[in-house]
């Protein structure tokens, strides 16, 4: 069965900076997603970014990029230029392909801002 | 287009007693699945539903049922509540095709039982 890993409960960081939260995961698939969600107190989940397993080039969405290294089953978010609204709950997440599978979330970031 | 929408967004029930919590989907999807997350914990898939069939399903008991309607709407129901049926229950729809379709996520409903 396919696992998620954050090892992180909760991370901090000064509005502005650059913060990296970390996933790791275990899969004996070669095809899959991996994807990182925003829970935040509105409850919503909302995608941040995803990444295709067969993709070598990481995955960036404006502020957010990933570093993802497949062998290693790591898949790490990088937030940059760190904003008030960015406080949430942040979770890592794997899906086999094809897309009709279930999302396998990790237990989840809690990200604190800093004014 | 509309967005997921779940109701209620709170209850609160007693041990043994029955709830029904409904989604109804993103315009244009035609999957539905839902998860249930426990304080502190990420969300754990419970099944899935395509054009009204089920599709697919997590290790949860069969008191945790569901329907989807021709409108694409859906229920879940739960019977016989336990303690630890208290959680934040997801619901998110999706267009399936060939590769990811994009889940959309509800803002839940918030399941209490006392």
């Known amino acids: 069965a396919q696992t998620v890993t954050q090892s992180q409960p909760e991370m901090s960081v000064q509005e502005a900076e650059t913060v990296t939260l970390s996933c790791t995961y275990d899969t004996s698939e070669s095809d899959y997603y991996l994807f990182w969600y925003k829970q935040p107190p509105s409850r919503q989940m909302i995608l941040v970014i995803r990444q295709e397993a067969y993709k070598q080039q990481n995955a960036t969405e404006n502020r957010f990029s990933v570093n993802f290294q497949k062998a290693a089953k790591s898949f790490s978010l990088k937030i940059s230029d760190s904003q008030l609204g960015d406080a949430a709950m942040y979770f890592c997440a794997y899906r086999k392909r094809p897309g009709n599978t279930p999302l396998v979330f990790g237990k989840g970031t809690r990200l604190s801002v800093i004014a | ?114």
């Open chain 2, 1 to 114: 287009e509309t967005g997921v929408t779940q109701s209620p967004t709170h209850l609160i029930k007693t041990r043994g007693q029955q709830v029904t919590l409904r989604c109804s989907s993103q315009s244009g999807h035609n999957t539905v699945s839902w998860y249930q997350q426990a304080l502190g914990q990420g969300p754990q898939f419970i099944f899935q539903y395509y054009r009204e069939e089920e599709n697919g399903r997590g290790n949860f008991p069969p008191r945790f049922s569901g329907l989807q309607f021709p409108n694409y709407s859906s229920e879940l129901n739960v019977n016989a509540l336990e303690l630890d049926d208290s959680a934040l229950y997801l619901c998110a729809s999706s267009f399936l095709v060939a590769g990811a379709g994009e889940l959309f996520f509800g803002e839940g409903s918030r399941l209490t039982v006392l």
